[in-house]
């Protein structure tokens, strides 16, 4: 059982990269996926996240209307398109799973439910 994270990489401020999140092992439209961020020196800190059971889609308000979390059951893959990004977008992106279904949002946010976790890729934001 594995989440691969890819994607990270440099870009400019303003630009755009698209992060993916590969499941082998399960299959990850019945989990609830999620994805986090932690720059250097701070915590850990929700980004989106993917409810399994019905599809309800969650957003940060620090990346609303700039980010969006989507889902492909065929490649069993999550993605994180992001948009407009800024140098405060900078951080390790991880993506995670939980298997819990109903689990309330706060909950989600927390990261204590998540059954797998990603190894992350590094996102820098810098002109």
């Known amino acids: 059982v594995q989440l691969q994270a890819s994607g990270g990489g440099l870009v400019q401020p303003g630009g755009s990269l698209r992060l993916s999140c590969a499941a082998s092992?399960?299959?990850?439209?019945?989990?609830?996926m999620s994805w986090f961020r932690q720059a250097p020196g701070k915590e850990r800190e929700w980004v989106s996240c993917?409810?399994?059971?019905?599809?309800?889609?969650y957003i940060a308000d620090s990346v609303k209307g700039r980010f969006t979390m989507s889902r492909d059951n065929a490649k069993n893959t999550v993605y994180l398109q992001m948009n407009s990004l800024k140098p405060e977008d900078t951080a390790v992106y991880y993506c995670?799973?939980?298997?819990?279904?109903?689990?309330?949002?706060?909950?989600?946010?927390?990261?204590?439910?998540?059954?797998?976790w990603g190894q992350g890729t590094q996102v820098t934001v810098s002109s």
């Open positions: 995670a799973a939980a298997s819990r279904r109903h689990i309330i949002l706060s909950r989600l946010r927390d990261g204590t439910e998540y059954d797998y």
């Open positions: 993917r409810r399994g059971s019905d599809g309800t889609t």
């Open positions: 092992g399960f299959t990850l439209g019945y989990y609830t």
